[in-house]
């Protein structure tokens, strides 16, 4: 079964650019499914950020879309979230998911990994 | 942007008894695209329902989801130590998908 798992720095730099990956372990990434990134905020709720098709195909939240980069590199089996111009409102425990159709609920998830922007 | 507002904030019930949350939708939400999750803590959301009345590979039957437009109810029959968590509604119909902002179960 599909099993993913977030990787990154803990620690950016306000203004700077947080990186993470997501690795796809247990089945291929170049499947019929969409692969995406929420986050979530000391003490609050969940916030989509966005998700991509193995095509090359994305989409992003409006409220963050010009930040946001999703890519995917098919031979590591893997796919990346780039969000630019950071500050401390982005400190958030980030997400990996798996949706099996653009429009179906994130059925698999990465177990998260936390971010803090601070200098 | 769908905004989705949970209720109550937190639920306070004993083991045994039976947990009702509600889900208002800002506007119309397709029962097909509408989820709950279910989050402990420290760990990631688990997905308990899908197109508001399915359960998700695992989930057991005294879960149930129900509702349409904009009004859904997520049910524990009789809740276990286990059902103690913050639980999330979602609309995956119209971008961006939205979440609601929780409701905490919590042990009374």
């Known amino acids: 079964q599909v099993q993913l798992e977030e990787s990154g720095p803990g620690l950016v730099k306000p203004s700077g650019t947080l990186s993470l990956i997501c690795a796809v372990s247990?089945?291929?990434?170049?499947?019929?499914?969409?692969w995406s990134w929420v986050r979530q905020p000391p003490g609050k709720g969940l916030e989509w950020i966005g998700e991509?098709?193995?095509?090359?195909?994305?989409t992003s939240n409006p409220s963050l879309k010009s930040r946001v980069t999703i890519s995917v590199d098919k031979s590591k089996n893997q796919f990346s979230l780039n969000l630019t111009s950071v500050t401390a409102a982005d400190t958030a425990v980030y997400y990996c998911?798996?949706?099996?159709?653009?429009?179906?609920?994130?059925?698999?998830w990465g177990q998260g990994t936390t971010v803090t922007v601070s200098s | 942007e769908i905004v989705l507002t949970q209720s109550p904030g937190t639920l306070s019930l004993s083991p045994g008894e039976r947990a009702t949350l509600y889900c208002r939708a800002s506007?119309?939400?397709?029962?097909?695209?509408f989820a709950w999750y279910q989050q402990k803590p420290g760990q990631a959301p688990r997905l308990l329902m899908y197109?508001?009345?399915s359960r998700a590979a695992g989930i057991p039957d005294r879960f149930s989801g129900s509702g349409s437009a904009t009004d859904f109810t997520l049910t524990i029959s009789r809740l276990e130590p286990e059902d103690f968590a913050v639980y999330y509604c979602?609309?995956?119909?119209?971008?961006?998908?939205?979440f609601g902002q929780g409701t905490k179960v919590e042990i009374k």
């Open positions: 998911a798996r949706k099996i159709r653009p429009t179906s609920a994130m059925d698999v």
């Open positions: 247990g089945g291929s990434i170049s499947t019929s499914s969409w």
């Open positions: 991509m098709y193995h095509s090359g195909s994305s």
């Open positions: 506007q119309r939400v397709s029962s097909s695209y």
């Open positions: 197109a508001a009345s």
């Open positions: 979602q609309q995956y119909g119209s971008s961006p998908w939205t």
